[in-house]
Protein backbone atom coordinates (compact mmCIF):
# COMPACT_ATOMS: atom_id res chain seq x y z
CA UNK A 1 0.00 0.00 0.00
CA UNK A 2 1.49 3.18 -0.56
CA UNK A 3 0.58 6.41 0.82
CA UNK A 4 0.19 9.50 -1.00
CA UNK A 5 0.64 13.02 1.04
CA UNK A 6 -0.44 16.22 -0.49
CA UNK A 7 0.85 19.68 0.75
CA UNK A 8 1.27 23.20 -0.17
CA UNK A 9 -2.30 24.43 -0.54
CA UNK A 10 -3.63 27.85 0.67
CA UNK A 11 -5.17 30.63 0.23
CA UNK A 12 -3.78 33.24 -2.20
CA UNK A 13 -4.85 36.45 -4.07
CA UNK A 14 -5.53 36.22 -7.94
CA UNK A 15 -2.20 36.60 -9.43
CA UNK A 16 -0.24 34.82 -6.87
CA UNK A 17 1.17 31.27 -7.11
CA UNK A 18 1.27 27.87 -5.28
CA UNK A 19 3.40 24.90 -5.31
CA UNK A 20 1.57 21.77 -4.55
CA UNK A 21 3.50 18.76 -3.49
CA UNK A 22 2.52 15.17 -3.21
CA UNK A 23 4.76 12.92 -1.70
CA UNK A 24 4.79 9.08 -1.54
CA UNK A 25 5.81 6.42 0.97
CA UNK A 26 7.54 4.12 -1.47
CA UNK A 27 8.90 4.66 -4.68
CA UNK A 28 7.73 6.91 -7.44
CA UNK A 29 9.97 4.73 -9.96
CA UNK A 30 7.41 2.08 -11.19
CA UNK A 31 3.91 4.24 -11.69
CA UNK A 32 3.38 4.35 -15.21
CA UNK A 33 0.74 7.33 -14.47
CA UNK A 34 0.85 9.88 -12.04
CA UNK A 35 -1.29 13.40 -12.75
CA UNK A 36 -3.42 16.36 -10.63
CA UNK A 37 -6.74 16.74 -10.38
CA UNK A 38 -8.73 19.56 -9.25
CA UNK A 39 -12.63 19.18 -7.61
CA UNK A 40 -15.17 21.79 -7.07
CA UNK A 41 -18.72 21.78 -5.29
CA UNK A 42 -21.01 19.79 -7.46
CA UNK A 43 -18.42 18.63 -10.16
CA UNK A 44 -16.43 15.84 -10.30
CA UNK A 45 -13.04 15.58 -10.32
CA UNK A 46 -11.25 16.90 -13.18
CA UNK A 47 -7.98 16.02 -14.72
CA UNK A 48 -5.66 19.43 -14.40
CA UNK A 49 -2.09 17.93 -15.32
CA UNK A 50 -0.50 14.70 -15.77
CA UNK A 51 3.06 12.80 -16.48
CA UNK A 52 1.91 9.84 -18.96
CA UNK A 53 4.86 7.48 -18.48
CA UNK A 54 8.48 8.54 -17.02
CA UNK A 55 8.40 11.91 -19.27
CA UNK A 56 4.92 12.80 -21.34
CA UNK A 57 3.41 15.57 -19.76
CA UNK A 58 0.08 16.79 -20.28
CA UNK A 59 -2.39 19.58 -19.05
CA UNK A 60 -5.69 21.14 -18.85
CA UNK A 61 -6.42 23.48 -21.67
CA UNK A 62 -7.32 26.12 -19.37
CA UNK A 63 -3.70 25.71 -17.11
CA UNK A 64 -1.43 25.57 -20.28
CA UNK A 65 1.41 28.14 -19.72
CA UNK A 66 0.39 28.61 -16.03
CA UNK A 67 1.01 25.32 -14.34
CA UNK A 68 4.06 23.11 -14.24
CA UNK A 69 3.95 19.40 -13.32
CA UNK A 70 7.38 18.22 -12.23
CA UNK A 71 8.94 15.54 -9.69
CA UNK A 72 11.92 14.15 -8.26
CA UNK A 73 12.23 10.42 -7.80
CA UNK A 74 14.88 10.64 -5.16
CA UNK A 75 12.23 12.60 -2.97
CA UNK A 76 9.16 10.02 -3.99
CA UNK A 77 7.43 13.67 -4.76
CA UNK A 78 5.05 15.26 -8.07
CA UNK A 79 4.97 18.91 -7.31
CA UNK A 80 2.18 21.20 -9.28
CA UNK A 81 3.94 24.60 -9.66
CA UNK A 82 0.83 26.78 -10.00
CA UNK A 83 1.33 30.79 -11.44
CA UNK A 84 -0.72 33.30 -12.63
CA UNK A 85 -3.55 31.83 -10.52
CA UNK A 86 -7.52 32.79 -10.91
CA UNK A 87 -10.20 32.84 -8.60
CA UNK A 88 -11.45 29.97 -11.26
CA UNK A 89 -8.38 27.74 -9.90
CA UNK A 90 -9.64 27.11 -6.84
CA UNK A 91 -10.79 24.05 -5.75
CA UNK A 92 -9.87 20.90 -3.96
CA UNK A 93 -6.16 19.59 -5.52
CA UNK A 94 -5.69 15.63 -5.45
CA UNK A 95 -2.69 13.94 -6.64
CA UNK A 96 -3.24 10.49 -7.94
CA UNK A 97 -0.32 7.80 -9.00
CA UNK A 98 -0.93 4.13 -10.46
CA UNK A 99 1.69 1.32 -10.34
CA UNK A 100 0.01 -1.97 -10.06
CA UNK A 101 -2.75 -0.16 -8.07
CA UNK A 102 -4.36 2.87 -8.33
CA UNK A 103 -3.26 6.12 -5.05
CA UNK A 104 -5.02 9.17 -4.10
CA UNK A 105 -3.72 12.05 -1.76
CA UNK A 106 -6.09 13.29 0.77
CA UNK A 107 -6.61 16.30 -1.02
CA UNK A 108 -5.38 19.83 -0.03
CA UNK A 109 -7.18 23.35 -0.50
CA UNK A 110 -6.73 26.24 -3.15
CA UNK A 111 -8.60 29.13 -2.73
CA UNK A 112 -7.64 31.95 -4.50
CA UNK A 113 -9.35 35.57 -4.51
CA UNK A 114 -10.25 37.85 -6.81
Known amino acids: QVVLVESGGGSVQAGGSLRLSCTASASILNMNYMGWYRQTPGKERELVAG???????EYTDDVKGRFTISKDNGQKTMYLQMNSLKPEDSGVYYC????????WGQGTQVTVSS
Open 51 to 57: FIGSIRR
Open 96 to 103: RMRGFREY
